[in-house]
């Protein structure tokens, strides 16, 4: 008897419930492990078969509001790289990963349909708790209760992603916290409350030895390369690649390629060279690949689960180096090994907290997640609160956000990162440019968009969601709702009905974290010979491009004045656009010297609440 397993987010073999259960079944001799790419949320045309007159049936994938592709070609590739390496690792076992094209209810009934269809007993995948993947899950149920005629068993298994059990939590999600700080306190030590990941399977049944072929007019390539190219290809037409000069010398923070197998090794590189027990101190850098763990991408994918990265790091806390995979054992020379909890792994371990309570928060709230006025609208709506009294939206919300049809030109100089703004302007061609830019870069950027420009937040997330190499519905949905003043933020609402309370103000932030405007130089073209010889003036000039003329006006010789190669560079900055028409001045006093005056620019010449 046959059972086909339909991955979505769980693309690995260790700590998988399925693959565990699958070992030695008493019912299946065999298994059918399904990946099928969504034409909603994966641009398919690509596969479409290199034939004269043939298109793709489904629509573009494409974002609701501002339209962007839904999988931009960096996740596009992350994710090409995670199926092949679980195409490889499930062959290793005898067995393979078939991929297919198709909303997956559609690619399901031609499954149980015919010849092949007589033989399959069970239909199993992982519960998905976003809305269009519990979607998915109720159309193929459907399904297989019709086609298969009550014959064909149905299971859907916890998928195991979060870091702490749903039957360990203390609450129901309906009855969850609408903060994170009494989320946190309810749940006790987490070390009593993490179950231990489940072991890599010692073998699998095999696949079985004949299965239909891919309707036309798909085909699906026999290479990564091939597969890589095909998701790629419809994307490659863009009109910010010729607005975005190509930075000089820059390297990606994120150049690691998809898969469990990468996953595991980046795990083993973050504990063996102390980056780890780091984090706390480097967390908000802005360059390099180990300031953070770059875990993100490979957890979002299901590449990895939250609880192997706590037993990983348990194990190198308690001194356990027979509970990590047998090449990881020179973890006995790593500083640190043995004496517990530090507080860099304390930090690790309170970010993947903070995960599972945005996967919390999006099962409690459901579409909420997508809603202009997000979390706190349904919480007012909850409380039975008005709509829109005294001017105000539901939760205290500001109504008037600008749409992104009145914003469009506004957003393009966002996207294109050609604000004025040097942190935003780095973060966003980083972005473009890579799949990746830092979470401090992020909630900068966020906050920009909808506390600065006062434009729709939830056009920055579909960006960020077209974008993103560590894409996450619930994260990135939940974060820019809890930045943009709508989400859980505790601080979030405003007083007078503002937009929220928390606002960053990301001249000081430049300050704070790109002191030197190294990250500025890196990813801003125009920027990378400003500020080498290191005075004040010119980094004020990259981290606020609209200042060029302050900062020239000033005497020479003058504490913060500019010379030589950094001069040069200043001056031809006059006459672009983005710098003599920033999209908003912001106002940031910065003290330059001991006894030097304070030098300001201006928004609307308001001074801004306190800055993070």
Same mark, same amino acid.
């Given at each position: 008897?046959?059972?086909?397993?339909?991955?979505?987010?769980?693309?690995?073999?260790?700590?998988?419930?399925?693959?565990?259960?699958?070992?030695?079944?008493?019912?299946?001799?065999?298994?059918?492990?399904?990946?099928?790419?969504?034409?909603?949320?994966?641009?398919?045309?690509?596969?479409?078969?290199?034939?004269?007159?043939? +298109?793709?049936?489904?629509?573009?994938?494409?974002?609701?509001?501002?339209?962007?592709?839904?999988?931009?070609?960096?996740?596009?590739?992350?994710?090409?790289?995670?199926?092949?390496?679980?195409?490889? /690792?499930?062959?290793?076992?005898?067995?393979?990963?078939?991929?297919?094209?198709?909303?997956?209810?559609?690619?399901?009934?031609?499954?149980?349909?015919?010849?092949?269809?007589?033989?399959?007993?069970?239909?199993?995948?992982?519960?998905?708790?976003?809305?269009?993947?519990?979607?998915?899950?109720?159309?193929?149920?459907?399904?297989?209760?019709?086609?298969?005629?009550?014959?064909?068993?149905? +299971?859907?298994?916890?998928?195991? /992603?979060?870091?702490?059990?749903?039957?360990?939590?203390?609450?129901?999600?309906?009855?969850?916290?609408?903060?994170?700080?009494?989320?946190?306190?309810?749940?006790?030590?987490?070390?009593?409350?993490?179950?231990?990941?489940?072991?890599?399977?010692?073998?699998?049944?095999?696949?079985?030895?004949?299965?239909?072929?891919?309707?036309?007019?798909?085909?699906?390539?026999?290479?990564?390369?091939?597969?890589?190219?095909?998701?790629?290809?419809?994307?490659?037409?863009?009109?910010?690649?010729?607005?975005?000069?190509?930075?000089?010398?820059?390297?990606?923070?994120?150049?690691?390629?998809?898969?469990?197998?990468?996953?595991?090794?980046?795990?083993?590189?973050?504990?063996?060279?102390?980056?780890?027990?780091?984090?706390?101190?480097?967390?908000?850098?802005?360059?390099?690949?180990?300031?953070?763990?770059?875990?993100?991408?490979?957890?979002?994918?299901?590449?990895?689960?939250?609880?192997?990265?706590?037993?990983?790091?348990?194990?190198?806390?308690?001194?356990?180096?027979?509970?990590?995979?047998?090449?990881?054992?020179?973890?006995?020379?790593?500083?640190?090994?043995?004496?517990?909890?530090?507080?860099?792994?304390?930090?690790?371990?309170?970010?993947?907290?903070?995960?599972?309570?945005?996967?919390?928060?999006?099962?409690?709230?459901?579409?909420?997640?997508?809603?202009?006025?997000?979390?706190?609208?349904?919480?007012?709506?909850?409380?039975?609160?008005?709509?829109?009294?005294?001017?105000?939206?539901?939760?205290?919300?500001?109504?008037?956000?600008?749409?992104?049809?009145?914003?469009?030109?506004?957003?393009?100089?966002?996207?294109?990162?050609?604000?004025?703004?040097?942190?935003?302007?780095?973060?966003?061609?980083?972005?473009?440019?890579?799949?990746?830019?830092?979470?401090?870069?992020?909630?900068?950027?966020?906050?920009?968009?909808?506390?600065?420009?006062?434009?729709?937040?939830?056009?920055?997330?579909?960006?960020? /969601?077209?974008?993103?190499?560590?894409?996450?519905?619930?994260?990135?949905?939940?974060?820019?709702?809890?930045?943009?003043?709508?989400?859980?933020?505790?601080?979030?609402?405003?007083?007078?009905?503002?937009?929220?309370?928390?606002?960053?103000?990301?001249?000081?932030?430049?300050?704070?974290?790109?002191?030197?405007?190294?990250?500025?130089?890196?990813?801003?073209?125009?920027?990378?010979?400003?500020?080498?010889?290191?005075?004040?003036?010119?980094?004020?000039?990259?981290?606020?491009?609209?200042?060029?003329?302050?900062?020239?006006?000033?005497?020479?010789?003058?504490?913060?004045?500019?010379?030589?190669?950094?001069?040069?560079?200043?001056?031809?900055?006059?006459?672009?656009?983005?710098?003599?028409?920033?999209?908003?001045?912001?106002?940031?006093?910065?003290?330059?010297?001991?006894?030097?005056?304070?030098?300001?620019?201006?928004?609307?010449?308001?001074?801004?609440?306190?800055?993070?």
């Amino acid at each position: 008897m046959y059972l086909v397993y339909l991955l979505r987010r769980d693309l690995r073999l260790s700590d998988n419930p399925v693959f565990h259960a699958l070992q030695n079944h008493p019912r299946y001799t065999h298994v059918l492990p399904l990946y099928i790419f969504p034409p909603s949320q994966i641009e398919v045309s690509g596969l479409v078969q290199s034939r004269i007159g043939a +298109k793709s049936p489904y629509p573009e994938a494409r974002s609701r509001i501002g339209k962007f592709w839904r999988c931009g070609p960096h996740r596009a590739k992350f994710l090409a790289e995670g199926l092949w390496d679980l195409k490889s /690792e499930l062959e290793a076992l005898g067995s393979g990963l078939m991929m297919r094209v198709g909303h997956m209810d559609e690619v399901v009934r031609g499954l149980l349909e015919g010849g092949f269809g007589k033989k399959v007993a069970g239909v199993w995948m992982t519960m998905d708790w976003a809305s269009e993947e519990l979607e998915q899950m109720r159309d193929v149920r459907a399904i297989v209760d019709k086609a298969g005629k009550g014959n064909v068993e149905w +299971k859907v298994w916890d998928g195991e /992603e979060m870091l702490i059990h749903d039957n360990d939590l203390p609450m129901k999600p309906d009855n969850l916290p609408d903060t994170f700080t009494s989320f946190r306190k309810r749940l006790g030590p987490l070390d009593r409350s993490v179950r231990p990941p489940l072991p890599r399977p010692a073998s699998l049944p095999p696949l079985p030895p004949s299965t239909p072929p891919q309707p036309h007019p798909f085909k699906i390539p026999d290479s990564l390369d091939g597969l890589i190219d095909a998701l790629q290809r419809p994307l490659a037409a863009s009109d910010l690649a010729s607005t975005i000069p190509p930075p000089i010398d820059a390297k990606s923070a994120h150049p690691f390629i998809g898969g469990e197998t990468q996953a595991h090794m980046r795990v083993e590189h973050l504990l063996l060279s102390g980056a780890m027990s780091t984090y706390k101190d480097t967390r908000n850098g802005l360059l390099g690949a180990d300031f953070s763990t770059k875990l993100s991408g490979y957890l979002s994918h299901g590449f990895i689960t939250a609880r192997q990265v706590h037993a990983w790091m348990s194990a190198f806390e308690d001194a356990a180096a027979d509970q990590v995979p047998r090449e990881w054992r020179s973890l006995v020379e790593c500083p640190g090994y043995g004496q517990g909890e530090n507080k860099g792994t304390a930090a690790v371990r309170f970010e993947l907290l903070w995960r599972d309570y945005m996967r919390l928060c999006m099962r409690k709230y459901g579409d909420s997640l997508f809603s202009l006025y997000g979390f706190r609208g349904q919480q007012a709506r909850s409380t039975n609160e008005l709509p829109h009294r005294k001017g105000k939206a539901p939760g205290g919300v500001h109504p008037s956000w600008k749409s992104f049809e009145s914003a469009r030109a506004e957003f393009k100089r966002f996207q294109s990162g050609t604000t004025g703004t040097g942190l935003i302007d780095a973060s966003m061609r980083e972005l473009y440019l890579t799949g990746y830019t830092s979470n401090r870069a992020r909630q900068n950027c966020a906050s920009f968009l909808a506390k600065w420009l006062g434009i729709d937040w939830r056009v920055g997330a579909e960006w960020y /969601e077209s974008m993103l190499v560590d894409y996450d519905v619930a994260n990135n949905w939940g974060n820019w709702q809890y930045v943009a003043g709508v989400g859980n933020d505790p601080r979030g609402a405003g007083a007078d009905g503002e937009a929220g309370g928390r606002r960053f103000n990301p001249v000081k932030q430049g300050w704070d974290y790109d002191p030197r405007a190294e990250y500025v130089r890196t990813w801003v073209a125009e920027m990378s010979d400003v500020g080498h010889e290191g005075d004040l003036g010119s980094i004020e000039v990259a981290l606020a491009g609209w200042k060029v003329h302050e900062v020239l006006a000033r005497r020479a010789g003058q504490l913060g004045s500019v010379s030589g190669r950094s001069k040069e560079a200043i001056e031809r900055l006059r006459g672009l656009e983005w710098v003599e028409r920033p999209l908003i001045k912001i106002d940031y006093k910065k003290r330059i010297g001991r006894n030097s005056e304070e030098t300001t620019g201006a928004v609307a010449y308001r001074r801004e609440r306190p800055a993070y």
